[in-house]
């Protein structure tokens, strides 16, 4: 399989969850501008919609938006435990959980890093501010219940962005505790490092390209 993804977006997400699942995948980075992959062919030709992430399979077709990828991979391998059978209460839990990280965390904070919408940054704040404070007193320590899932890599990933586009974690420490816990796992160092991230620093709970480490 392979997967589309640009370093530290949420392609993160299944890029982690593969990892975790002892899923063989190959990276194939897009660039954020052009478009443009490694051997110079056009990402556009293979998803119009130019966004990651995106799996090839192995036959040819394509899968898109995360958290259908994760799920997707995770039932490749049941017997890991990173999601609840299908049909299940628990895989409703995750899955609804997938869709609020989605629609209420990754959208606002995708918004705040486009200059068209810094008129409303103080109200894209404000909203997730009340998102970030249910998803703190819902924290079991992981999103899902007292396991991890993969509806975890997906808020690490997205709650990462937040040192660029703020609001402050400190205002949450269980969100802080959580992406501290989620980055000494050692498939979430292996990916890191796979895409060129780095720790902010010793005592961060943010990661970063290694080029913008001071």
Known sequence: MKLYMHAGACSLSPHIAARELDLPIELVHVDRVSHRMPDGSDYLELNSMGYVPALQLDDGRFLLEGPAIVQYLADLRPERRLAAPAGTPERTRLQSVLNFISSEVHKPLGMLFDKAFQPVREALHARLARRFDWIAAQLGPYTAGPDFTVADPY????????????????????????????????????????????????????????????
């Open 155 to 214: 808020l690490f990933a997205c709650l990462n962005w937040t040192q660029f586009t703020g609001p402050d974690l400190d205002r949450w420490p269980a969100l802080v505790r959580f992406q501290h816990a989620i980055l000494e796992r050692p498939h979430v160092q292996a990916a890191l490092a796979a895409e060129g991230m780095v720790r902010r620093d010793a005592t961060s709970p943010y990661f970063l390209p290694a080029s913008m480490r001071k």
